[in-house]
């Protein structure tokens, strides 16, 4: 007679084991369906971002001539007033 009621609370002790188990596992499901849209969503983002970006590689290369021109008439321009300082005594 004692072991069919010990019997009994093994059952309802492994059945709530069971139940918490499945809240866990539905829980951590529900989380990775919810992150996948999110990877998803950032994905689509940055494909639209790369879209975007792919013309720049030949404008870019263009801006950076420009820019290097410009750096060398500043130099220039730099030794010219630096001598011009010197002649003024300014430096």
Do not use: C, K, Q
Request: hydrophobic fraction near 60%; charged fraction near 15%.
């Amino acid at each position: 007679m004692i072991g069919i009621p010990l019997l009994t609370l093994t059952f309802i002790a492994l059945a709530l084991v069971v139940v918490a188990l499945a809240g866990y596992l539905i829980a951590i499901a529900w989380a990775l369906h919810s992150a996948r849209r999110s990877v998803a969503a950032i994905a689509d983002g940055l494909e639209a971002v790369a879209g975007h970006t792919a013309p720049l590689g030949d404008r870019l290369t263009t801006i950076n001539g420009a820019l290097v021109a410009l750096l060398d008439g500043l130099r220039v321009a730099d030794a010219h007033l630096g001598r011009t300082a010197r002649v003024f005594r300014l430096t």
